[in-house]
């Protein structure tokens, strides 16, 4: 590998690792369909998501998704299930792209991947968890969509502008650092909230 693709592969592993905390099925489908229709050559154990197959169960989940995605509160259902998916696919799609090199660069890939979907994916439960305890719905759309814009933009930098990648994710990745407590003091003040709500709730005599 020359140094530019080295670069290119790096960023790839990157992004599939990051945007899998976010949208898994959405990176499934846009790296196997990047792959189909011949506009870059995947690494060779990503190859396998440009099956028809793959692309069509990857379609199909990207189509629940998106509706999911859109109801208050089962967004949020759907996140905390995902944590146990999200996570290691983002380990093993960046491990994927150094599937042809030594086992240092595929563990370390898997390792940093694993990190960056962690990342994302707390950084965004959160987020829709405290957007959802708003009083309408119609926050948790723009957030949706914005998601979706960040995973396909995310995307592209990485394959065709891999230095502007790591300049986002490196902002992405500061974002993350600063949210983090602050999600994790209003999640406690709400479920405090919630617990002193029932507690008061229960101890009321009845009428």
């Not at 990176?27 to 196997?32: R, S």
């Not at 723009?142 to 990648?165: C, K, N, Q, R, T």
């Not at 405090?192 to 507690?199: A, S, V």
Request: hydrophobic share 55%; glycine share 8%; aromatic share 12%.
């Amino acid at each position: 590998m020359d140094h530019v693709d080295t670069w290119q592969l790096v960023a790839l592993a990157a992004a599939l690792g990051w945007a899998s905390g976010i949208r898994l099925y959405a990176v499934l489908f846009i790296t196997g369909a990047i792959g189909f229709a011949g506009w870059y050559e995947l690494p060779e154990h990503l190859r396998i998501l440009s099956h028809p197959m793959v692309l069509a169960a990857s379609g199909f989940m990207v189509i629940a998704k998106f509706f999911a995605d859109k109801v208050p509160g089962f967004d949020s259902l759907w996140d905390a299930v995902h944590t146990f998916v999200r996570i290691p696919a983002g380990a093993a799609l960046a491990a994927s792209v150094f599937g042809d090199s030594p086992p240092a660069w595929t563990l370390t890939a898997a390792i940093l991947g694993g990190t960056l979907a962690a990342g994302s994916h707390f950084t965004k439960s959160g987020a829709r968890l405290l957007i959802n305890t708003s009083p309408e719905p119609f926050s948790n759309w723009p957030a949706s969509f914005g998601e979706d814009m960040l995973v396909g933009v995310l995307m592209y930098l990485a394959l065709a502008h891999p230095i502007g990648f790591f300049i986002v994710l490196a902002l992405l990745i500061a974002l993350a650092i600063w949210m983090l407590p602050r999600l994790v003091r209003a999640l406690r003040a709400m479920i405090e909230k919630i617990r002193r709500w029932f507690g008061a709730a229960v101890g009321r005599p009845d009428p």
